[in-house]
DNA sequence: ACTCAATACATTAACGTTAATGTTATCGTT
DNA sequence: AACGATAACATTAACGTTAATGTATTGAGT
């Protein structure tokens, strides 16, 4: 029923119910002043004739896309694909597109990513920068562009943000391996979410401390390539670490790929417990113990926030805090491990 | 540099700089019709000011969005979350912003992101349809609206669609397990994608025969529930089936997962190559031998097909098929197999 | 000197929608 | 009967940009 070049607008249902443009747009919106039989009969004319709003116009005119951009490093991180679903799933529920951008874990492109959130006029953004001090975030802020940091938190409480306990999730994972026997343990991360990863190394070291685990037997590091990861894990494995920590759950998978790749066998030595439970998610074929972060909730908290910042700009900033779990896989506890 | 309230517009640039409205927007977009001094002295006013070009305006009085959406059934899925980070770089690369639209394979959804995209007045769309014959296919088709099947392949040529070669990697992935002594086949596919699932267990099917492998040792089946899978593959273990060709990598995941669950161990005895080769881009630790399928040129060349859609709607349809290879990762040929 | 063309702008209108006002008819009040 | 209130529309203008023209200035060609 569409018109014979482009599409049919207010403009062609005014004509055909005998009524002014701004009554249709009325009658659609279902706004008051309006008697119940026009704007039934408008609507269903809408309808007839294959009548779809034209969100550009709209948006120049009120001032609202009903769009959000997220701001991630890459699809390719299955954490942050996880989380593009579900926050896709959320914004289309209450109406909104969401525009994705990548950084590719890149300030510079960061940059691009929020200049086009920019000019593409969404209503708000949800963002995971890349650095702790991250340029992009600075052009954010001054822009006065409603935002919401997703899974991050920087000090300063300046900004809004939902991000899962990493403290208790640390104590948990600790605790956990303690109560598989483990005596011996190290946390590593090689992904520089400065704060996340801090929180949980404190919860982690806590459990240990609680479970009078030896100073010399908790251990943390920050490799920074494939080379160092395998020297440290080397060098703990000398050391007698068995129950090793992992910041999330695919930096996990990874260090245990690079160990099984490098041939020495050193996998088998080691219980891993990973973060975000991924696999809660995802069906992949390698379990392993995680906390779970509830990402969903994330996903509608991290929404709801910017949609009350969009709507009232003048609140104050808001952290949110969600509570995790741990779900247990039983990498915690390797055969060999030394303890029942 | 932003104004008290709101942003910069040309009107603010073309009162700073004392010409016209138009003449900055000619001058911003490096259009002829203007000096080269005036040219430069305005862009270096709006830079000035921190001036972001708005794009619903610019898209109103275009009829261009220069956005274009992709539609998929999840981002849940690594396969679709990879494919959509390499179509959001080029899109970037070219201009173009990207709304991710999940149809959760839900044709009632996939109808709705239909809509959005429509409404949101996108200048085209690329889509995997969730269903052979989809009614949001149908939608996309009387509206107009340009648009490209990525991964997918629909009888009658009427549509525009980049896909890879699936004859090919299927006599590819069949080939190889034969190579590696596998004499009793089976390919499994419970993700209803019709044409490349019958056209990758055909190649595979002609790897078999040219191999003289007898008609009863090769196998196929589209179970659709987990049930049906786990009987399945109970009953190919009991014909002796060795090797294992998934329709993807994902389902081969899956259904490792599920006998490995199952604690009966036909894992050991099964040896399994996929399709896709996500373990490319994603770093994850269960190897597997697979069809590497150039994602990357997918989306670029989906993009590009899309552009010239966009530009010339005349155009007739055209179908790319991008050549596969295979990638061996060593499940091809598990220790117990029969032959060497 | 006159025409013609090119250059470098300006003017006008429009994209489709919606916010802010106006206007008219109807009805209840006193 | 005059008035105010209300319902149900219409009118106007605007959002920021760009396409389509319009116009003044300059310079070349004959």
Redesign the interface.
């Known amino acids: 029923m569409?018109k014979e070049k482009g599409r049919v607008t207010l403009h062609d249902i005014a004509a055909a119910t005998g009524v002014t443009v701004n009554t249709v747009s009325r009658a659609l919106k279902n706004k008051e002043d309006i008697s119940r039989e026009t704007c039934e009969r408008i609507q269903r004319v809408a309808r007839e004739m294959g009548y779809?709003?034209?969100?550009?116009?709209s948006?120049?005119r009120s001032g609202r896309?009903k769009?959000i951009a997220m701001i991630s490093g890459?699809?390719?991180n299955?954490y942050y694909?996880?989380l593009?679903?579900l926050i896709?799933?959320e914004a289309?529920r209450l109406g909104y597109?969401?525009?994705?951008?990548?950084s590719?874990d890149d300030p510079e492109t960061e940059i691009?990513?929020v200049?086009?959130a920019?000019?593409?006029?969404v209503d708000g953004v949800l963002i995971t920068p890349c650095s702790f001090e991250s340029p992009a975030l600075s052009l954010l802020r001054?822009?006065?562009l409603p935002f919401v940091l997703l899974s991050r938190y920087l000090e300063g409480d300046t900004d809004d943000c939902v991000i899962c306990d990493d403290w208790q999730g640390g104590y948990l994972a600790g605790r956990h391996l303690i109560d598989h026997g483990h005596r011996n343990l190290a946390m590593i991360s090689f992904h520089h979410v400065v704060y996340s990863s801090r929180k949980r190394f404190e919860g982690f070291q806590q459990a240990c401390l609680d479970a009078e685990i030896p100073t010399g037997n908790i251990h943390y590091a920050e490799p920074e390539n494939e080379q160092q990861i395998l020297l440290q894990l080397n060098q703990w494995h000398a050391q007698g670490v068995t129950g090793l920590f992992s910041f999330c759950d695919v930096e996990a998978?990874?260090l245990?790929?690079m160990l099984?790749n490098s041939g020495q066998g050193l996998e088998k030595d080691f219980s891993v417990i990973g973060f975000d439970n991924i696999l809660g998610?995802?069906?992949?074929?390698?379990p392993i113990c995680s906390i779970e972060c509830q990402l969903q909730k994330e996903a509608c908290t991290a929404i709801d926030l910017l949609r009350n910042r969009i709507h009232e700009p003048s609140l104050p900033p808001q952290q949110v805090i969600l509570p995790v779990s741990l779900v247990c896989r039983d990498t915690c506890c390797k055969t060999h491990s030394s303890v029942p």
């Open positions: 569409a779809v709003r034209n969100y550009i116009a948006s120049l896309t769009t890459s699809m390719m299955p694909a996880i593009c679903d896709q799933r289309v597109g969401l525009m994705i951008l990548c590719q691009k990513m200049e086009m920019l000019s593409r006029q001054s822009s006065g998978w990874s245990i790929t099984e998610y995802i069906n992949f074929p390698k």
